[in-house]
């Protein structure tokens, strides 16, 4: 029970809505590149938005496309061979979904960082020390 009285809904703080596929630094960098991008974003092009090395791009764009959250399609631009990136409509939708979780996890902490009155100097109500 918290220690201000107040009851707090069973799972609160559980954020259900946050996909773990896209809570790791390097996809959330992705996801963004490509939302912001929808026609797609070249392999080179998103690798250095993200500064991630071939492999590292290629390990997580292999997870979010087994994942069905982004398409990899395989072609040629002047002879050369390229590699565009895309998101798909079910990847926008998840991701942006993710995102507005994130933003009530980012409210509910600056919600908590606001100074509390009615707390004493150790941070607690009276009656408390440290252990």
Not at 10 to 30: N, S, V
Not at 41 to 58: A, P, R, V, W, Y
Request: with cysteine.
């Amino acid at each position: 029970m918290p220690l201000d009285d107040s009851v707090e809904p069973t799972g609160r703080f559980a954020y259900e809505g946050l996909e773990r596929i896209f809570h790791e630094k390097a996809r959330l960098g992705i996801m963004t590149s490509l939302v912001s991008h929808p026609k797609g974003l070249l392999f080179n092009d998103l690798k250095e938005l993200c500064t991630l090395t071939d492999g590292n791009l290629s390990r997580h764009l292999q997870a979010l496309n087994e994942a069905g959250f982004v398409e990899i399609w395989k072609g040629h631009q002047k002879n050369r061979p390229q590699t565009l990136c895309r998101v798909t409509d079910d990847g926008r939708a998840r991701f942006l979904d993710y995102i507005i979780v994130l933003e009530n996890v980012v409210a509910d902490a600056l919600a908590a960082a606001r100074p509390v009155a009615a707390l004493g100097p150790a941070g607690t109500k009276e009656g408390w020390s440290p252990a």
